[in-house]
């Protein structure tokens, strides 16, 4: 079956340049997370739904990072005026319920390279 | 502050030496500690869930277990095909976000 899709797979941004990340997660999961992967590191939190409600955002590093699941479903992960230090692996990952001891199955990221 | 710590960064063994990872973890409560595998370029993939020490996971060549300040994951005649990145996690309150340890890169020769 399907997994946790992301899109674009790699991208590349001009340091000021606004990027937007898609996450279409396994179909029905109410919980969603988005991490954040530097190189050689382990991910780190960034922020997490239930459902359309944005319950935990307290990873994003600043005010220039936004999540939105509008529906329920797909989630968008936007970054404004990218920045060197945003370069990271963007992982997202979904789970059945309301993720406490579940498994999150996760997508294979979007390479972000800010240049 | 929650913390997980992994060790040894990385490590290397030979087709059939069988070997552990380590995963040290201080947390204010645990509600479940998670083990992955990361290959290159793609997500992390689900291993085990420990919740109370004592507890003990095997699949295939690999053995998990917890004890209330670490956990251990036993590799067994290792085989090539186990050469991967293994990340720890530990779960705390109610929202279900994962704190990761920085992870072991292990790599296995035939």
């Known amino acids: 079956g399907a997994g946790v899709s992301q899109s674009p797979r790699y991208k590349v941004a001009k340091r000021g340049q606004d990027v937007a990340l898609r996450c279409d997660p396994i179909?029905?999961?109410?919980?969603l997370f988005w991490y954040q992967q530097a190189l050689g590191q382990g991910p780190e939190f960034l922020t997490y739904?239930?459902?359309?409600?944005?319950?935990?955002k307290s990873g994003l590093p600043s005010d220039r990072f936004f999540a939105e699941r509008p529906e329920g479903s797909v989630s968008t992960l936007k970054i404004q005026r990218t920045q060197q230090e945003d370069s990271a692996v963007y992982l997202c990952?979904?789970?059945?319920?309301?993720?406490?001891?579940?498994?999150?199955?996760f997508g294979p990221g979007t390479r972000l390279t800010v240049l | 502050e929650d913390q997980v710590t992994q060790s040894p960064e990385a490590l290397r063994l030979q087709e059939g030496e069988s070997s552990s990872l380590n995963c040290s973890y201080t947390?204010?409560?645990?509600?479940?500690l998670f083990w992955y595998r990361q290959d290159p370029g793609k997500g992390p993939e689900f291993l085990f869930t420990?919740?109370?020490a004592g507890e003990e996971k095997e699949k295939e060549r690999l053995k998990a277990t917890l004890t209330k300040k670490e956990s251990f994951l036993h590799i067994t005649a290792p085989k090539p095909e186990d050469s991967a990145t293994y990340l720890c996690?530990?779960?705390?309150?109610?929202?279900?976000?994962?704190?990761f340890g920085q992870g072991t890169t292990l790599q296995v020769k035939p």
């Open positions: 420990l919740y109370s």
């Open positions: 990952a979904s789970s059945i319920g309301l993720a406490t001891n579940e498994e999150q199955f």
């Open positions: 179909s029905g999961h109410v919980s």
């Open positions: 739904f239930q459902n359309e409600a944005q319950l935990d």
């Open positions: 996690a530990v779960q705390t309150g109610n929202t279900g976000k994962l704190i």
């Open positions: 947390v204010s409560g645990l509600r479940g």
